[in-house]
């Protein structure tokens, strides 16, 4: 099993959550986040007053994985994340030990399937 972690704009998360589930995900954990990259946060204007924000809005998405799919969840995350411009995001993969559903106690694939 794998644990994705992808760090995406709040504007392509309904487009990321469907492509997960078209990849065969059978779900994910979402966080609001905020962050900096490359992209070094932004200057805005309120009421005249000019100033900079240098943590930008993100949001993270966490999938477990089984072996056989993960590869196909992480190229459709990037697919459904891309717009081509700065502040895109990333995308981490970690190998997974363990998982248990802690109702039942089902464990690994178990615990992670429908």
Request: no cysteine; aromatic share 6%; net charge neutral.
């Amino acid at each position: 099993m794998k644990l994705i972690t992808a760090v995406v704009k709040p504007s392509r998360l309904d487009a990321v959550l469907e492509a997960l589930k078209d990849a065969g995900a059978t779900g994910a954990t979402v966080s609001e986040v905020r962050g900096f990259g490359r992209q070094r946060g932004k200057t805005e204007v309120y009421r005249g007053a000019e100033y900079e924000v240098k943590l930008l809005p993100k949001v993270k998405v966490e999938v477990i994985a089984p072996t056989e799919i993960w590869e196909k969840a992480v190229d459709a995350i990037a697919t459904a994340a891309r717009t081509g411009k700065i502040g895109d995001g990333k995308i981490w993969v970690f190998d997974l030990d363990q998982a248990v559903r802690i109702r039942t106690g089902e464990q690994d694939l178990q615990a992670i399937s429908e």
